[in-house]
């Protein structure tokens, strides 16, 4: 995988899924070489979820006083 790749997703701690650290570089650097189909990030959602993908929400902690 090139630096488009590793500056734009990387693998969770446990190894069972994946965050996108950067939409704009995945979509114009990562998807035109290895998911020529999928040209929008919605697109790669539907994509990963027809492969069985869950996707998540990171929230932000929020200090409760």
Known sequence: INANANASI????????FR????????KGVMP????KCTKIKLFHLQLQSWGF???VLMP???LK
Do not use: H, Q, V
């Open 54 to 56: 869950k996707r998540y």
């Open 61 to 63: 902690m929020t200090i």
């Open 10 to 17: 990387a693998w969770l701690p446990n190894g069972r899924g």
């Open 33 to 36: 070489m290895y998911f020529k």
């Open 20 to 27: 996108i650290l950067d939409e704009d570089a995945l979509m």
